[in-house]
């Protein structure tokens, strides 16, 4: 695809008939410990909360009569949903939105207020996707796709242009990508008009389509998609995004929950608005590659808040460890009277956020433990090599996902009796009949011998569950987690159950 031509389409581009030019704001605080000049471009104050409405718009405003007088559909779990339905309301255009029945409901609340029909299918966008499909082919409806389309990537170029229009000097910015409609229309305007700037593409590191791609020079699907930052969790980029991309961008990034988690609290601090996880990426992104751009210009995208309240819990949880202001570590200490006091005595004066123990062993006790840090790896590393130097045997846990996300609230849980315990965790659709699925389908064959879960407002649980199961019939519970249909990932042998959990 020619540049030129995407840069034609979005100087020309109609979205301000329902989009607002909004502001690119300084960062002072993340700037002064990064040690360049960060603005932020806050699309989180577009009507709809996200950039989504410009492209949207951009492709409605482009079909003919005949093709509104049929209406549009289109599948979204949120942010595409709000800009389509919004779009069509002001140009009166009938809009039929299909959402995962997955979807919070805040978000489905959200289309519906702007007159769109809502119909909840399926328990991911794929799902919907094809069903958004299968109803335009029966009524005629137009679909709007969400990144991979000339309109829609056009509407979006305009927040290249804005930035363009805001700042004179400007080395770099860095911009989300998920199918790679807002990256690909930012690309085509500043690749044209000032090439000099660097395009850094940030992608979630369990999302990352468009890294897999530009490895295998062309499109190719994910085996899974991560969760947490839905917005841009994509399991294949888009055919015409891609190739606008491999001409406009310079260097991908991608980035942790932990680090996303991070970014959304830096975004607070400077400018107080609160990030949903996929706005957050760039911000995330410029800091794991600050030292390319010190004492430089940086532009980054917070390209939505359409974030569920209760996911902050989660949020607030993991910001520490992603700024890695917090070390989770497992240690084994003797039990007996004064070894608490002794270990504490070895960690100096850091302090302690978390301490987790019970009484399993009469010689040993393995305790898990929270510390503050001062945001610094090095220091990470320096209270495990204190702690191997006292004899006291550590494990980093500040990495492990299964140690932070369910073992942290669940340590003291080893059964008296031995067995053979499988440990799967799974990530479990937030709809009814999710839990009575998982247990009909395993009737009476195996034994439950664990089950934690924590919902953190998304549209999946997390649950950790452990199962009695003999040797002989594993090939049989190995076809059980396939048949279930749900995401899993046997943590049989991860080290935190080792220590905490293993009979």
């Known amino acids: 695809?020619?540049?030129?031509?995407?840069?034609?389409?979005?100087?020309?581009?109609?979205?301000?008939?329902?989009?607002?030019?909004?502001?690119?704001?300084?960062?002072?605080?993340?700037?002064s410990r990064l040690g360049c000049e960060v603005l932020i471009k806050r699309?989180?104050?577009?009507?709809?909360?996200?950039?989504?409405?410009?492209?949207?718009?951009?492709?409605?405003?482009?079909?003919?009569?005949?093709?509104?007088?049929?209406?549009?559909?289109?599948?979204?779990?949120?942010?595409?949903?709000?800009?389509?339905?919004?779009?069509?309301?002001?140009?009166?255009?009938?809009?039929?939105?299909?959402?995962?029945?997955?979807t919070p409901g805040i978000k489905v609340s959200a289309v519906k207020k702007y007159g769109a029909e809502v119909i909840l299918h399926g328990d991911n966008f794929e799902s919907a996707r094809q069903k958004a499909l299968e109803i335009s082919e029966q009524t005629?409806?137009?679909?709007?796709?969400?990144?991979?389309?000339?309109?829609?990537?056009?509407?979006?170029?305009?927040?290249?242009?804005?930035?363009?229009?805001?700042?004179?000097?400007?080395?770099?910015?860095?911009?989300?990508?998920?199918?790679?409609?807002l990256a690909a229309g930012m690309a085509a305007v500043i690749k044209s008009v000032k090439p000099e700037i660097q395009?850094?593409?940030?992608?979630?590191?369990?999302?990352?389509?468009?890294?897999?791609?530009?490895e295998a020079g062309k499109p190719v699907d994910l085996e899974q998609v991560g969760l947490f930052a839905d917005g841009i969790a994509v399991k294949r980029i888009g055919d015409l995004t891609f190739d606008v991309l491999e001409q406009g961008?310079?260097?991908?990034?991608?980035?942790?929950?932990d680090e996303i988690c991070a970014a959304i609290q830096d975004i607070f601090n400077d400018v107080r608005a609160i990030?949903?996880?996929?706005?957050?990426?760039?911000?995330?992104?410029?800091?794991?590659?600050?030292?390319?751009?010190?004492?430089?210009?940086?532009?980054?995208?917070?390209?939505?808040?359409?974030?569920?309240?209760?996911?902050?819990?989660?949020?607030?949880?993991?910001?520490?460890?992603?700024?890695?202001?917090?070390?989770?570590?497992?240690?084994?200490?003797?039990?007996?009277?004064?070894?608490?006091?002794?270990?504490?005595?070895?960690?100096?004066?850091?302090?302690?956020?978390?301490f987790n123990y019970r009484l399993a062993d009469p010689a040993k006790a393995n305790i898990f433990v929270g510390l503050k840090m001062t945001n610094s790896n090095q220091d990470r590393s320096?209270?495990?090599?204190?702690?191997?130097?006292?004899?006291?045997?550590?494990?980093?846990?500040?990495?492990?996902?299964?140690?932070?996300?369910?073992?942290?609230?669940?340590?003291?849980?080893?059964?008296?009796?031995?067995?053979?315990?499988?440990?799967?965790?799974?990530?479990?659709?937030?709809?009814p009949g999710a839990l009575m699925k998982f247990l009909n389908t395993l009737g009476d064959r195996w034994n439950i011998t664990l089950f934690h879960y924590r919902n953190h407002g998304a549209a999946y649980g997390r649950v950790l569950a452990g199962f009695d199961v003999p040797e002989s019939q594993q090939p049989d519970f190995e076809q059980y987690l396939e048949d279930l249909g749900y995401r899993f990932k046997i943590q049989t042998d991860n080290p935190a159950y080792h220590l905490f959990l293993k009979p």
């Open 1 to 31: 695809m020619n540049l030129n031509d995407l840069l034609t389409a979005s100087l020309t581009a109609p979205v301000y008939d329902v989009a607002v030019k909004t502001p690119l704001q300084a960062m002072p605080i993340l700037s």
């Open 249 to 257: 961008i310079d260097d991908i990034v991608t980035v942790k929950t």
């Open 275 to 354: 990030a949903e996880p996929a706005g957050a990426v760039a911000v995330a992104g410029l800091k794991k590659g600050q030292a390319k751009f010190k004492h430089k210009n940086v532009a980054v995208l917070l390209s939505g808040a359409n974030i569920n309240f209760h996911s902050l819990r989660h949020v607030s949880e993991r910001s520490e460890l992603g700024e890695c202001a917090e070390a989770v570590i497992a240690a084994t200490i003797d039990e007996h009277a004064g070894s608490f006091r002794n270990f504490c005595q070895i960690l100096g004066d850091r302090a302690i956020t978390e």
């Open 140 to 181: 005629q409806q137009i679909f709007i796709p969400p990144y991979d389309d000339f309109e829609v990537m056009a509407g979006q170029g305009t927040v290249a242009l804005e930035i363009l229009s805001q700042v004179a000097e400007l080395d770099a910015i860095y911009i989300p990508v998920g199918g790679g409609g």
């Open 382 to 431: 320096d209270i495990l090599s204190e702690l191997k130097a006292n004899n006291i045997p550590a494990l980093d846990l500040s990495e492990d996902e299964l140690a932070k996300v369910h073992l942290r609230y669940m340590v003291g849980g080893i059964p008296p009796a031995k067995f053979r315990e499988q440990v799967v965790g799974f990530d479990f659709p937030e709809v």
């Open 43 to 102: 699309e989180d104050l577009q009507p709809v909360h996200s950039f989504k409405l410009r492209g949207a718009y951009c492709k409605l405003a482009k079909l003919t009569e005949a093709q509104k007088s049929a209406g549009v559909v289109a599948a979204s779990a949120g942010n595409h949903a709000q800009g389509v339905a919004l779009a069509a309301s002001k140009i009166n255009v009938q809009a039929t939105i299909v959402m995962p029945r997955t």
């Open 199 to 214: 395009l850094i593409a940030v992608e979630a590191e369990d999302s990352a389509c468009y890294l897999k791609a530009h």
